[in-house]
């Protein structure tokens, strides 16, 4: 079984059973404030895990979703994945979401860093990069947290209903990650 484990949390691979958990927070406005999508219904929310189990299946695979276990409450608190977006050129992209109930621990950037350490070390990746809503201050924190470099400001890249968002690209290399270790 492929994850990572933290200090605060552990990465392990999400299953079907998993997609209560993952509407408990995927159904509230403030998770999905900035992104293309939500709030989830149950049937968006079900929907959701069920693609992620069948992309895991895919050869190559390209898309590892995990579930974030809070190690002292053992319990599903948010997710992290990582995409290869190409495989040529070893280039992964990571995402990640927690449980507002659970925001301001620390968890987010625990995730962000054993996502990048899965990406440079188990998929050999040079290049991982993340972005974000240039209004999600706490989401580029996290990305500064772990090391990535601010790289530029993607224009009108992504579509939110009937308006054209910006988002903020953070990057790392592989040496630099051996470099933070
Ligand atoms: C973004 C998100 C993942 C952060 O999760 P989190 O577990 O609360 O993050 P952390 O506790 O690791 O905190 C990260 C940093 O952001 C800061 N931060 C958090 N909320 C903030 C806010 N509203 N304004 C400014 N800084 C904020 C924290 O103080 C911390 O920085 P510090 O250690 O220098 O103090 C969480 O808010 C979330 O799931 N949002 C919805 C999904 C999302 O936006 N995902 C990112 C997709 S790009």
């Known amino acids: 079984m492929i994850g990572e484990t933290g200090s605060k949390v552990c990465l392990r691979e999400l299953t079907l059973d ?3 958990d993952v509407h408990s927070y ?3 406005p403030e998770a999905s404030r900035y992104q293309p999508w939500g709030p989830n219904t149950v049937t968006n929310s079900f929907e959701f895990v069920q693609t992620i189990i069948e992309d895991a299946m895919r050869i190559p695979r390209t898309r590892f979703v995990f579930a974030v276990i809070h ?3 053992q319990k599903l608190v948010g997710a992290g994945e990582i995409n290869i977006r190409s495989l040529s050129n070893q280039e992964g992209e990571i995402s990640y979401i927690i449980h507002p109930d659970n925001w301001g621990q620390g968890l987010a950037s625990e995730t962000a860093g054993l996502l990048l350490q899965f990406g440079f070390h188990s998929l050999r990746l040079h ?4 972005t974000c809503d240039p209004r999600n201050i706490a989401s580029a924190r996290v990305l500064e947290k772990v090391g990535m470099i601010q790289e530029g400001k993607l224009r009108q890249n992504l579509r939110i209903g009937d308006d054209w968002r910006d988002s903020l690209l953070f990057g790392m290399l592989t040496h630099e990650w051996n470099n933070s270790l």
Request: proline residues 0%; glycine residues 8%.
């Open 18 to 20: 998993d997609w209560r």
């Open 71 to 73: 190690l002292q409450q």
């Open 26 to 28: 995927a159904s509230l």
């Open 127 to 130: 290049r991982i990069f993340g």
